[in-house]
């Protein structure tokens, strides 16, 4: 059994696997792609062997995103859950949306790009995010990813919402992060909606109360 299950922002995407897997009592249950606690959207879950079979084949589809972006300031984590800092000075050169739209541009087709300091990318078996809790720096390789499409959804000084089309493996916090370094004026991520997942849509996904 296949779900497309809308996640809401708070639980983690195990939390949801938890739920499912005490709902259908399932033991073998996985999910395609992990969802950030504080993101909310498509969560495809699956349920019973020959899906769980199948996890490969859905961790690599292309996903789509809407995505709000602060900009003018960092987070340590490139999201709105890390310690934030605030650049004063880069009030003084807001970007025009034509500037924006330059920037973006830059970022669509094969692009290398540093996953967040707090990811789960693995060195020498140690999580990234382990090593940045306790106080360490992470040296993080460049992978290539793919974004397919980027498009302005929305614009007022000092959040951008965006659309992406990308790759399996692109993190929209580094998107977010490497899009104000562009700009030169800092951003991080605010906000996170995973809109679709290959051939799952957004409009089709099962609210999480409707499941139970």
């Known amino acids: 059994m296949i779900l497309n299950i809308y996640k809401p922002a708070g639980p983690t995407s195990h939390d949801i696997v938890d739920i499912v897997r005490r ?19 498509i969560l495809v879950v699956l349920v019973g062997r020959d899906a769980t079979k199948r996890q490969k084949e859905f ?21 709105t859950t ?17 500037e924006i ?10 692009i290398e790009q540093i996953p967040p300091m707090y990811s789960a990318v693995k060195l020498k078996g140690r999580k990234a995010y382990e090593i940045a809790r306790k106080g360490g720096m992470p040296q993080l390789k460049p992978k290539q990813v793919t974004i397919h499409t980027i ?24 998107l977010a992060r490497d899009i104000g370094k562009q ?6 991520l605010e906000a996170l909606i995973r809109t679709k997942i290959g051939n799952f849509l957004l409009q089709d996904a099962i609210p999480l109360k409707d499941l139970e």
């Open 183 to 188: 700009l030169g004026t800092g951003a991080y």
């Open 151 to 174: 498009k302005i959804l929305n614009y007022k000084w000092p959040y951008l919402e965006i659309k992406i089309g990308c790759s399996s493996g692109t993190y929209i916090r580094a």
């Open 82 to 98: 890390g310690s934030v800092k605030y650049h004063v000075s880069s009030t003084k050169k807001k970007p025009t949306r034509e």
């Open 101 to 110: 739209r330059n920037a973006l541009k830059s970022f669509v087709g094969k």
């Open 59 to 79: 961790l690599t589809m292309d996903k789509e995103y809407r995505a709000k972006i602060r900009l003018g300031a960092t987070s340590d984590t490139d999201d």
């Open 23 to 41: 709902l259908t009592g399932e033991k073998r249950v996985g999910h395609a792609g992990t969802l950030d606690p504080f993101a909310e959207g």
